[in-house]
Structure formats: structure tokens, C-alpha cells
């Protein structure tokens, strides 16, 4: 068997550009809302289900720089954290996301109680929390380079809801407004980590697995969305039609 070659970082960037092929934007769900196809259930539990995707982010930035010993990268990280949580006179992510909820008819107390969100989103937001709290700091920081690709879902979505869902509140679309500065500074940031970490073949590959990983988690999550929301087959819909499984966080 032949040895594993080590990319040139212009050769490892465009690898981990081309695992965008599976950013979850080509999930069906997702082409639905893009397109608008959905119902208003539909866009009402992907908003509430990736609630609880947004309120994970700084507990995932938070386990990273707790294992993070370089104090110039922390300082930079933190920024991830003030963004969700909000600083100062800035509302933040988390904020931007309830007023999301509120302007496609949920309240703020049905989206904090995490009442709809389903087990499937719950399992696969908590894998990525636990992944970042026990991996190095290094390969949980490089687990958000989805980011490259999210400043395309952000304009997709401001690009075609206001024009399908005419139901939904303009002031709820701050939120992807706000991610688009975001998040390409956070890709830079991230990119940059990346490039300098793996040095190795071993390590180039480590990362794209872990990247594909992230992706999975994205997938699945849309994935658990579809049945319940489009083939209409919620967890134990063969038992039962009240929503019986667990709604609040266990660990």
C-alpha cells in the first residue's frame, strides 16, 4: 500500500471545500423551504428544532476553549460565544433566533421550553457538544469549518422567504443577516487553524473525516425533520400522537 501524501494547504483547503457537496443547503427539506414548498408546520419545526442547534453553539465554543492552553486563541474565540449570548448592547445570535420564532408564529416560551424539538436533532446536536468537549482543541475547533459554506444558506434563505413565506414577520430575518459578516470572519479564523495544524497526511484526513462528521450532523438533523414534519411519522406515530419523548437536556 502506498503512503499517504501530504496536500500542499492549497490542495487540503480545496478537498475541504469540495465536501460542500453535502452541506445540508441539498437536503430536500432544505430545497423545499429554498423553493416554497414548505408548509407553515414545516418551517415552524425546522425554526424551533434548530433552536436548539443555536443554543448548543456556545456550549460547543465554550468546551473548546476550555481545552484550548493558547490564550491569543481564546481571545479570538470567545468572539463565537459573544455573538450567540449577546454583549453589551448587542442582543446576539440567540436573541435574533427567538425573534425568528416569534415572527413564524411560535412563542418565545414554547422555543426555550425545547418542547418540539425531536429526538433525532436533540441526539445529533448533543454528539457534536460531546465531541467538542472531549477531542482536542485543535480538531473541535476545525469540527466548524461548515462555516465555509454557510454564508451561501444565509443569503438563500434571505434571498427566497420573503418572496414565499410573505406570512413571516421581515424583522425575523435579522438573524441571517447578522451571520453573514459572521460567519466569514469565523471561516477565516477557522480556515487559518486548519491549514496550520495539518501538517501531516494523517491529520489532513483526520480532518476531513471530522468535517464529514459535522456534516452528517447537519443531514441528520433535516433527516428527523422530514419524517416528522413531511412523512408525517414523529417519533412512535405507530403507539401514539402526542409528542411522549424527552424535551429536556439529560446532561
Known sequence: MSEAIC?????????????????????????????????????QGWVANRFYYQTSIPLKDAAIMANCPHPEVRRQWVQ??????????SEGGIEAWLRLGEAVGLTRE????????????????????????????????????????????????????????????PQGYD?????????????EHGLSLAL?????????????????FKLDILWSMLDAMTMAYSLHRAPYHTVTADAVWHTRRLV
Open 7 to 43: 496536500l500542499t494547504p492549497e490542495e487540503f483547503e480545496a478537498a475541504l471545500r469540495a465536501k460542500g457537496q453535502y452541506y445540508h443547503i441539498h437536503h430536500p427539506y432544505h430545497i423545499a423551504m429554498h423553493n416554497g414548498e414548505a408548509t407553515r408546520e414545516q418551517i
Open 196 to 212: 496550520e495544524w495539518c501538517d501531516t497526511a494523517e491529520k489532513q484526513q483526520r480532518m476531513l473525516d471530522i468535517l464529514q
Open 175 to 187: 438573524y441571517f443577516r447578522s451571520r453573514l459578516g459572521q460567519a466569514r470572519r469565523d471561516v
Open 110 to 169: 414554547s422555543l426555550l421550553s425545547e418542547e418540539r424539538v425531536l429526538p433525532g436533532v436533540r441526539f445529533a446536536v448533543d454528539a457534536y457538544v460531546n465531541f467538542a468537549r472531549r477531542a482536542c482543541w485543535q480538531e473541535a475547533a476545525c469540527s466548524s469549518l461548515t462555516e465555509l459554506f454557510a454564508p451561501q444558506i444565509h443569503q438563500s434563505r434571505l434571498d427566497s422567504w420573503p418572496q414565499h413565506y410573505t406570512w413571516i414577520e
Open 80 to 89: 463565537r460565544i459573544l455573538d450567540h449570548d449577546g454583549e453589551g448592547e
